[in-house]
């Protein structure tokens, strides 16, 4: 078989480099398991670049194939009998390793490039109290505002009779009065558990017996416009135990009244009418949702 010049295939298009392809193969006598064999590729992806169904071919690939589909003198010219599948399937499976972070899609330059506007100077805009807006700046005509704001905690609840209790807080941004679970900021020299016990006592007056983190601590809240990171906690066994707390109306409910105020999944869920009668707070969901799995409601 002649050989198929890495720059004949670099100038055809991904329809051409097909056709080219399957003609070189079919003229050399190999079928597209010996060929996948001898590429170090999937039968599966041979037969997607034959039929011209992938964009534009990388180069490694096109100067593999035509190595890989050339005889020498030493190699006999007869259609290779295709390994079968599952033996394939079986040695790439014991010899792969996993990849590291070099060798993923990203390299490590193409990382750099993507961090390197992430990492772009700031310039402060405005700040009150703990709270400040910043703008970064990556690319001329191309603005970021960030709130940096300090990390919270959000606290589920659970009465020593077993209710969930919620606020109804009003929100600003919402526009209205948002079923949610307590939260707030995370002091310095303070923990995650340490605050979700000060959040407790200074909203609803409680103290609580015990305490469970769920989910990720220390999540992003909006990772694209926010720096606050969250950390979800379940308290249960909270009672009473002080009359000095912030005056804010509260709703006690069932586990199973909180969760069936979150909407059911599917296709043809949607936006409910009026925001107040659901739990239309991502961390409350998040929250009553984890507590569940975990069996602590």
Do not use: W
Not at 35 to 60: F, Q, Y
Not at 129 to 134: A, N, Q
């Amino acid at each position: 078989m002649r050989n198929i010049s890495a720059r004949t295939m670099a100038g055809a298009g991904s329809t051409e480099f097909g056709v080219l392809l399957r003609q070189h193969r079919q003229a050399a006598s190999l079928s597209q398991e010996a060929l996948a064999e001898r590429a170090g590729l999937s039968v599966d992806a041979i037969g997607v670049i034959e039929r011209g169904k992938r964009g534009g071919p990388r180069p490694d690939t096109i100067a593999l194939l035509p190595r890989r589909s050339t005889f020498t003198a030493t190699r006999p010219r007869s259609r290779s009998a295709p390994t079968p599948r599952a033996s394939r399937v079986s040695s790439r499976a014991t010899t792969s390793t996993p990849r590291s972070r070099a060798s993923c899609a990203c390299d490590s330059r193409k990382e750099e490039e993507i961090m390197e506007p992430i990492n772009a100077p700031e310039k402060p805009i405005y700040s009150t109290g703990p709270y400040s807006v910043v703008l970064k700046q990556p690319q001329p005509n191309k603005d970021h505002l960030i709130l940096r704001s300090p990390d919270v905690v959000h606290i589920l609840p659970v009465t020593t009779e077993g209710q969930v209790v919620l606020l109804r807080e009003a929100r600003y941004g919402a526009g209205c009065r948002v079923l949610e679970a307590p939260a707030g900021g995370i002091d310095a020299g303070e923990d995650a558990i340490g605050a979700a016990r000060r959040e407790l006592r200074e909203e609803l007056g409680y103290a609580c017996d015990d305490m469970t983190r769920v989910g990720t601590p220390g999540a992003f809240s909006s990772p694209g416009v926010l720096s606050e990171r969250s950390t979800l906690v379940v308290a249960r066994g909270c009672h009473a135990a002080t009359d000095e707390h912030e005056d804010i109306p509260t709703v006690s409910l069932t586990p199973d009244e909180a969760l069936a105020l979150i909407a059911s999944p599917g296709p043809d869920a949607q936006p409910a009418p009026n925001p107040e009668d659901v739990v239309a707070d991502v961390k409350t969901m998040l929250l009553l949702v984890l507590a569940r799995q975990a069996r602590l409601i």
